[in-house]
C-alpha cells in the first residue's frame, strides 16, 4: 500500500522561508515521478513543481520559479520542497503526489498517490 506523508507547513510571515517533506512508504520513490500541489479553499488543486524519476528533470509553475524547489532523496525516500520569498497569498494546503507515468507533469489529473496534505499560511 502507497502512502505519501507531508509535513513542515506552519505559519509563517511574508517573506519568510519554509520546507515541505514528504515521505513515501510502500513504493521505491525512484521508481516514481513526483509533484507538489496546493489548493486553496473553494479552488481546484493547483501544480507547484515535479520531479521526474531520479531526479534527472524538474518543473515548476510560472509562479514560484526562482523561488521554490524540488529535490528528492531516494535514499529516504522523501521529497522535499523549499519555499522562499512565501507571499500571503501562498497559504493553502500542500499536497505531494506521485505516478509511475512518464510525461504527466503539471496534470493532477494524471497522478495516482497523494498524500492528506500540509496546511501553509503566511500572515502579511
Known amino acids: 500500500q502507497v502512502q505519501l506523508v507531508e509535513s513542515g507547513g506552519g505559519l509563517v510571515q511574508t517573506g519568510d522561508s519554509l520546507r515541505l517533506s514528504c515521505v513515501i512508504s510502500g513504493l521505491a520513490s525512484s521508481n516514481y515521478f513526483m509533484g507538489w500541489f496546493r489548493q486553496a479553499p473553494g479552488k481546484e488543486r493547483a501544480f507547484v513543481a515535479a520531479?521526474?524519476?531520479?531526479?534527472?528533470?524538474?518543473a515548476y509553475a510560472d509562479s514560484v520559479k526562482g523561488r521554490f524547489t524540488i529535490s528528492g532523496d531516494n535514499l529516504k525516500n522523501t521529497m522535499y520542497l523549499q519555499m522562499n520569498t512565501l507571499e500571503p497569498a501562498e497559504t493553502p494546503v500542500y499536497y505531494c503526489?506521485?505516478?509511475?507515468?512518464?510525461?504527466?507533469?503539471?496534470?493532477?489529473?494524471?497522478?495516482?498517490?497523494w498524500g492528506r496534505g500540509t496546511q501553509v499560511t503566511v500572515s502579511s
Open positions: 503526489a506521485a505516478t509511475l507515468r512518464a510525461g504527466v507533469g503539471p496534470l493532477a489529473s494524471g497522478y495516482d498517490n
Open positions: 520531479i521526474s524519476r531520479f531526479g534527472s528533470s524538474t
